[in-house]
C-alpha cells in the first residue's frame, strides 16, 4: 500500500467536503460520504504503522535463511 496513494486519498477527501462548503447548499450526504473515505484511510494508515512497529519488535523472530534443513538419510 502507497503511502502517496493514502495521503491524496485523505487530501482529496478533506478538500471535497470543504468544496462543499462553498456551494449555496450544503450536501449533507456527500460530506458523509467524503468523510467516511477519510476516516477510513486514518484506519488504514493506523493499521500501518501498528503493524509495523509490532514487526520490528519481539525477540523471537526466526530467520529463515540461516536455518539449514536436516537430510534424513
Known amino acids: ?3 502517496l496513494f493514502i495521503m491524496l486519498d485523505i487530501m482529496g477527501g ?3 467536503t470543504i468544496s462543499l462548503a462553498f456551494d449555496y ?3 449533507y450526504v456527500a460530506s458523509i460520504t467524503y468523510l467516511v473515505v477519510v476516516l477510513l ?3 488504514l494508515v493506523l493499521m500501518k504503522v501498528f503493524f509495523y512497529v509490532k514487526g520490528t519488535q519481539g ?4 530467520d529463515y535463511h540461516s ?3 536436516s537430510s534424513v538419510a
Open 1 to 3: 500500500m502507497s503511502n
Open 14 to 16: 478533506v478538500f471535497s
Open 25 to 27: 447548499t450544503f450536501d
Open 41 to 43: 484511510d486514518i484506519v
Open 59 to 62: 525477540a523471537h523472530r526466526v
Open 67 to 69: 536455518t539449514r534443513a
